[in-house]
């Protein structure tokens, strides 16, 4: 805003507002989504005209003229800064910083099926019933089990095939008229088994087959050899004529593989699934310039899990660390228990998902003792090792082609915390000559001016603000707020035993420019106002505070001028 001075219809001059700018963050990096947030903007309104009163050329005038009035909230500054995906919003409306990382348990990760490739070789006739028979048809069969998976504790029950390649070939010795038929009646289609027919001849004695299962369910037979389940091959000859020197055998390739169960019904043992890494990076330190004036009340690690898979788990977290990879500081996360069971999920359409998870903070951890503003990490490492737990023999569990037993690591750190003393310096251009003009009676015009500010602060700790004026080379001017307190104190909200806000506070306070003060920013070249800014918590940072959306800032700042014309 510009305060122009007008005489006898002619324009004498244009004053700047002394602050023209952004006022930058007052709420500083506390919050921790964002690095640097604009609380208010001064100097907004219209451009205010005083005109002459009378043709005197020597009076006093006066002005007292609004400049702007600003309602921030915690959740604008969010917003600002987009910041959805780092801060969170607990039940009661506190916030909190997360980052996480997800790992996932699939369905192979607990069951291995086998590709599988046998040879057959089957005798026609044997020596006895072939010098018996002579030329005379006889029927043999032969039953082979073949075993998708042998691990201990699993027990295939059913399955339906969402993909799996079957190939089969037979070869028969030449001078063999006979009808085969090789069948597996535990792979079934519409209620009918899997089943091929062929027919030899004395110009046919190789035959192939090559055809997807897609679809196909299969129903696991169980016997003392194989209590984990097999399917059945079943070859069938029926000769009609044999020749002589046709006892050759006949030979039957049998392949199955890239098996993709659509689901699995049945045991699935209990064993460690998988191990996986947890390396999840955080740099709310780096990116937010958080120090040790900044003591958290908590900070929490958790994992969650949400389970689609028909099987119970156990989830164990080992030797965890939060570690400086720039320091190379490492400190071990201990717990008192470090690990939680999740109930399989329920079968049905849709498959009911289990959930289940553990959350590491100050009461069941050493986490708050690790020191973590003071050393900073960045990275936390570890492991999770997710077991199948023991199976109830009587429980039928499954394993679904889509389902996953994913886990996700977090790192939260509540916006809830105590500080001595967080400041930080922002930079404002301000150009006193360029704004003014370097005409010294402009300056020598002006006796004084006061800039009023009136704070309502719904924020649940004390703000300190000072203002300098600085040159060119960055040199301190004078300082803004004079008197024996220098700068000016914003007193906090009232919060309750919970570190919640109650009710606001309301401030007034003033910034005196005087004109020897005004004349030597016009000597000096005044180019720059820093505005200095410090928070502290009540008790002088003794008690903890939460921060919630809702928590809010109003400022209104007026100006006040006089001068003499003439």
């Not at 305060?3 to 506390?30: A, D, V």
């Not at 001078?175 to 085969?180: D, K, N, Q, S, T």
């Not at 390739?253 to 947890?278: H, Y």
């Amino acid at each position: 805003m510009k305060i122009l001075i007008k005489t006898s219809g002619t324009w004498r001059n244009q004053i700047p507002c002394p602050l023209r700018k952004n006022i930058h963050t007052l709420l500083l990096n506390l919050f921790l989504a964002s690095g640097l947030m604009y609380l208010f903007t001064a100097c907004e309104g219209e451009t205010i005209v005083i005109d002459d009163i009378s043709d005197e050329t020597d009076r006093i005038y006066e002005v007292a003229a609004p400049l702007g009035k600003v309602h921030v909230t915690i959740d604008d500054l969010l917003k600002e800064f987009d910041t959805d995906s780092v801060i969170q919003e607990k039940e009661d409306g506190t916030l909190y910083s997360a980052y996480q990382q997800d790992y996932c348990y699939e369905w192979n990760d607990m069951l291995k099926l086998n590709d599988v490739l046998y040879n057959w070789e089957y005798p026609v006739l044997s020596d006895a019933k072939l010098s018996a028979l002579k030329a005379s048809a006889a029927h043999v069969e032969y039953t082979e089990q073949v075993v998708l998976n042998n691990e201990d504790g699993v027990r295939l029950d059913s399955m339906i095939i969402y993909q799996a390649m079957l190939q089969l070939s037979v070869v028969v010795p030449d001078g063999l008229e006979a009808g085969i038929t090789i069948s597996i009646p535990e792979v079934t289609k519409d209620g009918t088994a899997l089943s091929y027919t062929f027919q030899t001849g004395m110009a046919q004695n190789r035959f192939y087959i090559n055809e997807p299962l897609n679809g196909y369910s299969i129903d696991f037979s169980h016997s003392a050899e194989h209590p984990y389940g097999f399917i059945s091959v079943v070859s069938q000859l029926i000769t009609t004529n044999l020749s002589a020197g046709s006892a050759d055998p006949v030979t039957v390739t049998f392949t199955l593989s890239d098996i993709v169960p659509d689901i699995t019904f049945g045991q699935f043992g209990q064993k460690a699934v998988d191990e996986k890494n947890m390396d999840v990076s955080f740099d709310i330190f780096d990116q937010f310039d958080l120090d040790a004036t900044i003591d958290f009340a908590d900070y929490w690690v958790s994992i969650t899990a949400d389970n689609s898979i028909g099987a119970p788990f156990d989830v164990q977290l080992e030797d965890i660390h939060l570690i400086n990879t720039t320091t190379n500081e490492s400190k071990q996360l201990l717990m008192d228990e470090p690990q939680f069971s999740i109930d399989a999920a329920a079968y049905g359409d849709p498959i009911v998902t289990a959930t289940g998870g553990l959350e590491i903070s100050r009461a069941n951890s050493n986490i708050v003792d690790l020191g973590i503003t003071t050393y900073q990490p960045n990275q936390i490492n570890g492991r999770i090792v997710a077991s199948l737990t023991a199976s109830d023999d009587e429980q039928l569990y499954f394993l679904s082609r889509t389902s996953k037993m994913k886990s996700t690591i977090s790192l939260g750190i509540p916006l809830w915390f105590k500080t001595s003393l967080y400041s930080r310096i922002d930079t404002i251009d301000f150009d006193y000559n360029s704004e003014v003009g370097d005409d010294d009676k402009v300056t020598e015009n002006l006796q004084e001016a006061s800039m009023y500010f009136t704070c309502d602060n719904g924020l649940p700790f004390d703000m300190e603000i000072q203002a300098y004026a600085m040159d060119e080379q960055y040199q301190k001017v004078d300082s803004l707020f004079k008197g024996e307190e220098g700068a000016k104190l914003i007193p906090a909200a009232k919060i309750n035993q919970q570190g919640l806000v109650v009710e606001s506070t309301k401030t007034d306070f003033t910034a005196q420019l005087q004109q020897k003060q005004l004349q030597q920013f016009k000597e000096r070249g005044v180019k720059y106002i820093f505005i200095q800014s410090g928070a502290v918590t009540a008790s002088q940072g003794a008690d903890f505070v939460k921060v919630s959306r809702t928590n809010f800032m109003d400022v209104s700042v007026a100006l006040e001028a006089s001068g003499r014309v003439n």
